[in-house]
């Protein structure tokens, strides 16, 4: 599954950028909007229609929903989007309906049938099992109809020519998979899943496992990592706020977004060594960090706050004798200019 996509200031997708530092470019809206996507609209649709209203400011949406999905789309705006990389996305919880005895050329309802079977009485003894051997870690290939690049194009292009390309199998874990409804034909299920799982992929295979083939029907994202449906708000609410000039009132902070790391307050006589992208000693940080605990965060990724705002994210390492922060991603610091402060205190 494509994770992100970003459109600059004219429109233009863009893919994934190597860590960096701010660019000199005019403050402007930041945050994260989440979106309740409509049926029927891509995800990059929802970003372009939220860009209408605000063509200069950079926007991207995390974590792609097919245009038959419904349900939690985080959309990300201005500075935001330096921090997809490291938000919390990685469980994904769906509600969805498939269909028995139906294949088609895209594991949905919208494709066109290459197979059909008769659906037998399956009893809820046979189907429950066969939901519950799905859970677990899983290898899943991504469908001929998917975003997942190949040669820089996505295969739902290779495949929409007639040229469909097989994707490599990867690893994705599932959580829970069960059985909420039958009707006839029809089932009801709810799912958790690691990110980058392919819904689709998963309903084939119940269907295959049970021997009758099945397809999606329908599907709603009530979760994406941190982001809830509950938090989630329809694109003509969007559109509402968008006309009225109030969309930053429904945008979730960088601290929000940023609520799954552990923050560390960075002390002011080590601000331009931070703003300079240098490693950060244990020192350099207020409260200052227990050893012990510093090398216990390893490899983590932590959220770095200053003058009570934050600022990025960094990434704990080790060095040839201890543990410093490295870091990773910078939001616009413009409005700190730790040159001064320093002139100012000697002209004191």
């Not at 996505?154 to 929409?160: G, H, K, Q």
């Not at 007639?162 to 069960?178: L, Y």
């Not at 409804?181 to 690691?194: A, I, Q």
Request: glycine share 10%; proline share 6%.
């Amino acid at each position: 599954m494509q994770d992100r996509t970003i459109l600059d200031q004219k429109g233009a997708g863009r893919g994934p950028r190597r860590p960096d530092f701010p660019e000199p470019r005019a403050a402007s809206l930041s945050g994260v909007l989440i979106v309740d996507k409509p049926a029927g609209m891509t995800s990059l649709d929802v970003v372009r229609r939220v860009k209408k209203r605000h063509g200069t400011v950079r926007m991207g949406h995390a974590g792609t929903l097919d245009p038959l999905a419904t349900g939690v789309l985080p959309v990300c705006m201005g500075e935001a989007t330096k921090l997809i990389d490291h938000m919390d996305l990685e469980w994904k919880h769906y509600r969805g309906g498939l269909r028995l005895g139906l294949e088609t050329d895209t594991l949905d309802i919208t494709g066109k049938v290459v197979r059909r079977e008769r659906v037998p009485d399956f009893s809820r003894e046979v189907l429950l099992p066969a939901f519950a051997e799905l859970e677990g870690l899983q290898r899943q290939q991504p469908p001929a109809y998917s975003a997942v690049k190949f040669k820089g194009k996505p295969l739902y292009s290779y495949a929409r020519r007639g040229q469909p390309v097989e994707a490599p199998f990867r690893e994705v874990r599932i959580r829970a998979f069960g059985l909420q409804e039958r009707r006839g034909e029809f089932l009801g299920f709810d799912l958790l899943c690691s990110r980058g799982t392919y819904v689709r992929s998963v309903v084939q295979s119940l269907g295959r496992r049970l021997g009758c083939g099945a397809c999606l029907v329908s599907l709603r994202r009530m979760r994406s990592g941190r982001f809830l449906i509950e938090e989630a708000h329809p694109l003509a609410e969007v559109e509402n706020y968008l006309e009225s000039g109030k969309i930053e009132e429904l945008l979730l902070s960088p601290e929000e977004v940023l609520s799954h790391l552990e923050v560390l307050g960075i002390q002011k006589e080590s601000e331009a060594k931070a703003l300079n992208g240098n490693p950060l000693a244990r020192e350099d940080f207020f409260p200052v960090p227990s050893a012990e605990g510093f090398s216990r965060r390893e490899g983590e990724k932590v959220c770095l706050r200053m003058r009570s705002k934050v600022i990025g994210v960094g990434e704990v390492r080790r060095g040839e004798e201890c543990c410093y922060v490295q870091p990773l991603r910078l939001l616009d610091t413009r409005w700190i200019c730790p040159e001064a402060d320093e002139n100012e205190s000697q002209e004191e």
